[in-house]
């Protein structure tokens, strides 16, 4: 499981979400089963996208 911040406003992550592969999202979090199921730049792209809005937020 990994948590993201804004996830669930986030229209920029939905784009990235649909690239990524096969997941399953929460209100903030994003599970993956194995790293074989997901394309490893989209999730690094989602995770620097979610800290930008954590850094943002402050």
Do not use: P
């Amino acid at each position: 499981m990994i948590y993201l911040t804004s996830c669930d406003n986030d229209q920029n992550l939905a784009e990235y979400f649909k690239k990524l592969g096969k997941h399953k999202t929460g209100k903030s979090c994003l599970y993956i089963n194995k790293l074989a199921d997901v394309r490893l730049d989209v999730l690094e792209q989602i995770i620097g996208k979610s800290m930008q809005n954590l850094q943002s937020d402050n």
